[in-house]
């Protein structure tokens, strides 16, 4: 089961950032597999901490392409992934507090967390680069 099937829609067409974003829907598609099995709660929180490692670099990557290329919207942009990266961890000291086996049904880590920012921040980010490159 999938839970990010990557379709194009999701493409910003910058090959740097795209494959970045691969990775990250590869590592939350594991959440599903990896919470059905034994010592799931294990597992779950050990790819939740690889999903959140991936995001801050990543999104490191893109603040420094952002300087570099002195893009005008990055304090907006650079704010919008501060405030994903707070949700990652709040989401994650919750997972961590919650002692029990993980239900993937209860499983909520939005699938619409990084989703949306693709779509229009980093996909308007993307253009961006394409035109000063
Ligand atoms: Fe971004
Ligand atoms: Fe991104």
Redesign the pocket.
Known sequence: MNWIVWDNTLDTGHALIDSDHQELARLFNLLPETAGMPRGKELCGKVLGQIIAHARAH?ER?QQLMAEHRYPKIAQ?SA??AMLLDQALIYQAEFDANASEPDIALIDFPEVWLSF??LF??KD?ARFLAQTA
Do not use: G, N
């Open positions: 999104f893109e942009h919008e992934h920012h693709i921040s980093d980010l």
